[in-house]
């Protein structure tokens, strides 16, 4: 039953270029969060943008959400070599356990 | 800082042992989830507690059982280990009602292989 669909599964850039990431859902939300996933190690919670907002800012990160479409983006602005990770959508479809679904994740490597 | 922590990152069983799995937290959080991660499907959740000695099955229960005697530690119990649970197992704790909306922490992970 998985919600989210992220879009491309690998992304490669050079540092400086920016990386935008697209992430699909199938149901209605209460909220779309994105996590980062460093190789072999847990997720960092990014940003999480509820469904009344559109767009959402922290720091280089931008997210925007378009509930019509059922979909996010996530733009990392001015890449850096450190930003090398996979990073996972996931949404929230119930108000009352905190489950989250998560998306199959995109892999970005950002060259120096 | 939050913290969630796992008993072990990597860990090494044999094919019908019993398997336990510790995640205890820090920060007083209602629920609590495990995860398995495999390359190409993404995070599925096995279980979730949303209070002690309560829990709920996730998409993937078969072959798991959960503990949660005390708030802060969910253990996740491999009844007798089999090749196929061989994955990174991943898990997390959230607030329960939190105004963040339900934002998850997680462990390091526990890398399992069962020869």
């Known amino acids: 039953s998985q919600q989210g669909e992220e879009d491309p599964q690998a992304l490669s850039i050079q540092e400086g270029e920016n990386a935008t990431m697209n992430c699909s859902y199938k149901t209605s939300i209460n909220n779309l969060q994105w996590y980062r996933q460093n190789s072999g190690r847990g997720l960092v919670h990014l940003i999480l943008i509820r469904s009344n907002e559109r767009e959402k800012h922290s720091g280089r990160l931008r997210v925007t959400l378009d509930t019509s479409k059922k979909s996010s983006s996530l733009l990392i602005t001015a890449s850096r070599a450190a930003d090398t990770a996979s990073y996972f959508c996931?949404?929230?479809?119930?108000?009352?356990?905190?489950?989250?679904?998560f998306g199959q994740g995109t892999t970005l490597q950002v060259k120096p | 800082d939050v913290k969630v922590t796992q008993s072990s990152r990597y860990l090494v069983k044999r094919t019908g042992e019993k398997v336990f799995l510790e995640c205890v937290q820090d920060m007083d959080h209602e629920n609590m989830f495990w995860y398995r991660q495999d390359p190409g499907l993404g995070l599925r959740l096995i279980y979730f507690s949303y209070d002690v000695k309560m829990k709920e099955k996730g998409d993937i229960p078969e072959g798991y059982s959960v503990s949660r005697e005390k708030k802060e530690r969910f253990s996740l119990i491999l009844e007798s280990a089999s090749t196929n649970q061989t994955s990174m197992y991943l898990c997390?704790?959230?607030?329960?009602?939190?105004?963040?909306?339900?934002?998850?922490?997680f462990g390091p992970g526990t890398r399992l292989t069962v020869t």
């Open positions: 996931a949404t929230s479809y119930s108000s009352n356990t905190g489950k989250l679904i």
């Open positions: 997390a704790s959230s607030l329960e009602g939190s105004p963040k909306g339900y934002e998850q922490y």
